[in-house]
Structure formats: C-alpha cells, structure tokens
C-alpha cells in the first residue's frame, strides 16, 4: 500500500493517483478514501477526547469519595455514565469508519514509474528489443502438443482425465527438460549470488494480502478448504513472506530465489490459450526476489539485473526473445515498473510471454512491514523486485518447436546437455525413425 500521508498531503498525489488506478483497472474512488480517512481522524480524536474527559472524571470520584464528598461522587458518576453512551456509540461509528477505509486503501495502487506506456491491454506494451533470429522452416513443422505426443514426453488426454482441465502429465524426456530447465536456471543464480531456498507452497491469507496478490488476485488462487491456506501461484510470496515484519541489513541487496511448483485457477482466462501447455493450473518457476534500499536508482539498476538474468537463460537456450515495456492496463496493483519477456513460438507465429520483470519500490514492503536502517540510524521501507529466471512447462513450447529438425528429432541446446545426461539430440522413438 501507500503512505496515507503521501496520498492526503496534495491534490496532486490524489489525481495522480486516480488515474493510475483508472489506468490499472482498479475501482476505487480516491476522493472517497480521502473523505473516510479525514472523516476516521475526526471520530478517533472525539474517541480520545471523551476517554481523556472520562478518565479525569473517574481521578475526581475517587479523590471525592475519600474526602466524603458523595454528593458530588455521584454526580460525576451520571457524567461518566452519559459519557460512557458517548463514547459507545462514538467508538461503533469509528470501527465502521475504519472499517470502510481499510477496505478502500488496500485496493490503492502502486504509482507508475515515468517512463511506463500507457494503455488498456498487453497490445498496448511497447517493445524494447529483439535478441536473437527466427527460425525459418522449409519442411511443415510442428507444433509442441505433436511433438511432445510424438516423442512421448506429453500427454494431456490422460491429464485432463486424473486432474480436470488445464492439466497434463510429462513423461520421459519431457519430465526431464522439465527439470533441466529449472536446474539451469537456479545453478546460474546461485552462481550470480543468490540464495536458493525450498518454500511453504502454502500460505495463509495474510501473506497473500501482504504481497499485494489479494484481494484483487483472489479468484486465481486455490483454497485449500476450510483452511485458512492457499497455493501459492508464485514463490514470491513466500520468499518476500520470509522477512515480514523484520528489520533487515540491505547494506547488500537480499538476493533470494526458489524452484517451486505454482498453482493458479486462471479464472477469466476460458477460451484464452487453451492449446498446449501455455496456460495450466499447475507448473514449476524458478523465481528470483530482490529486497535492497529505498532508492529509485539501486532499485532501478537491479530490474536491471534480474532482467538480464532471465535473457541470459534464453540465450542459453539458444531461444529468440523480445523484451516489452508492460503498459498500465497490463500492470497488476502492485507494480511501478514492468517489463515482460516474450520467447518466439512457431506455432502462435507470435512471440508468447515467458517471463516478466517487476519493481514495486516499497509497496510491498509496507503492507509486510519489511523495513531496514538507513545511514541516518532512520527507519524505511525496503524496495522489492522480482523476476521468472524460467517457467515449466511454458518454456517447453519455444523449447521444443524452435529446435524441431526436418526428420522429427529436436536438438538439445549445448547448456541443457550437462542437466540432460550428455545428450545431443532427441531422436524419433525406433518405430517412428524412417531414417
């Protein structure tokens, strides 16, 4: 969340900050939480105030009863009882007050960074660059389903059956990229100096809400019945959960990462991406999470970072990419600047989201209350950052279909090899090979 400070102290910060919210499709009028706060200022000093008046008023029944004076005793006695209805019904009207308050400042968004496009949808975000050539294929290809039916590493119709929709089940060399991938990409963090942690898949409600992945990402999470816990759609909750309400040493940024398996309902997405493994409830992320001082400038460099990170893991992969500015319609609460990465697949004939790159400054930090010492001994809200180092199965998708061959077999990029038992080359199942 936001300073309620910073949002009451100028106009400015309230315009600014309604539009961002317009921008990010959040409802929320900011005039109103304005009104509420000023209105829940008012009552708490009228709450105060008569318990000061009440608590003098007691001080003297006490002094009055030693000195015998009962008359007057019981005269501050009815005072107190008309102040005690007083306060009841001042204290009831606060609670509702504060009530409605809290519930319009945890939908507040995040400020955008300046330079952050504007627009509606993920059509709108701007790209940055392209890295790498796409491949031309002078034979049909394949589309990743084929191939990984073809090759025995997929099965979806036996997923669908144990699991339901969006479900899936990889085999053999599938389960094996599975992990290759994921393997690659945390042994090149913990190369770059991060810590690599195993995390609680699941979380209770107030470590979603402290993340600001609740409430308005919700409907995406499974519940886990009659349960105070959710699956986590990211280890970032739990790897930003790990210091709340902790002061931390920033002198070096915290640089933290987790291989998790994620979960997500992805309501609202029916009829989007159905084909394939691009999006299902179930898949695994190597996620980097970054927490460091309240400088727009470390914070900026180490976005940076995390985002070179995950372009030197295509690269690896031998895939090409695109990096997209996000633009706001396209931006969660949370975040104040993004940047998406998107890995060419063949089969969309498009380029499809693979990873994303995001800053929050210290939105996050605030609502978990992760704060550090600055050099004036004062202290502040860290800044958090996070990144997708790698996505399975997604990743599979441009894996699979940019180093399909014309005989069927896909060559294994030479920095998976190691993670793969030495080999080269998937070939075509004995039967399949025509050769």
Not at 316 to 345: F, H, N
Not at 391 to 402: D, G, M, T, V, Y
Request: hydrophobic content about 40%; overall charge negative.
């Amino acid at each position: 969340m936001l300073d309620m400070k910073w949002i009451r102290e100028s106009t400015s910060h309230q315009e600014e900050l309604q539009r961002v919210a317009d921008q990010k499709g959040i409802a929320l009028s900011v005039a109103e939480l304005v009104q509420l706060d000023e209105q829940r200022r008012t009552l708490l000093l009228a709450v105060e105030d008569l318990r000061q008046q009440r608590n003098t008023l007691s001080q003297e029944i006490s002094v009055l009863i030693r000195q015998g004076n009962q008359a007057e005793a019981e005269l501050n006695k009815q005072q107190v009882k008309i102040i005690n209805k007083k306060l009841d019904e001042r204290e009831a009207l606060y609670r509702t007050v504060d009530e409605a308050r809290s519930q319009l400042l945890i939908l507040v968004p995040n400020i955008v960074s300046p330079d952050t496009p504007i627009g509606a949808s993920d059509e709108d975000n701007v790209e940055i660059r392209r890295v790498g050539e796409l491949p031309v294929f002078d034979y049909e290809f394949r589309d990743h389903v084929t191939l990984g039916e073809l090759h025995r590493m997929l099965d979806i119709p036996r997923g669908v059956k144990t699991a339901g929709t969006r479900s899936y089940y990889l085999t053999g060399i599938g389960a094996m990229l599975h992990r290759a991938v994921q393997q690659l990409a945390v042994d090149m963090l913990v190369a770059k100096g991060f810590t690599l942690m195993d995390v609680p898949l699941t979380v209770r409600t107030e470590a979603m809400q402290n993340t600001a992945f609740f409430p308005l990402g919700q409907d995406q999470a499974f519940q886990i019945t009659e349960q105070d816990k959710w699956l986590v759609g990211t280890s970032e909750v739990p790897l930003v959960s790990f210091y709340s309400g902790e002061t931390v040493d920033v002198t070096q940024p915290i640089r933290l990462a987790a291989a998790s398996l994620c979960f997500r309902s992805e309501v609202g997405s029916g009829g989007r991406d159905v084909h394939g493994l691009y999006r299902v409830h179930q898949f695994a992320k190597v996620e980097q999470v970054v927490l460091c001082e309240a400088d727009p400038e470390v914070s900026e460099r180490l976005l940076q970072e995390i985002t070179t990170n995950a372009e030197e893991l295509l690269q690896q992969l031998e895939l090409p990419y695109r990096v997209v500015a996000v633009c706001t319609g396209d931006m969660s609460q949370k975040t104040y600047k993004q940047y998406d990465i998107e890995t060419w697949m063949p089969s969309r004939g498009a380029y499809g989201e693979t990873h994303s790159s995001s800053n929050l400054l210290d939105f996050q930090a605030r609502r978990s209350n992760i704060r550090y010492l600055d050099e004036q001994g004062k202290l502040r809200y860290c800044h958090t950052l996070n990144n997708t180092a790698v996505a399975s199965p997604r990743i599979l998708i441009p894996l699979l279909e940019n180093h399909q061959q014309a005989d069927g077999s896909i060559l294994i990029p030479k920095a998976l090899r190691p993670y793969m038992n030495g080999m080269e080359r998937i070939e075509l199942p004995a039967e399949l090979d025509t050769k």
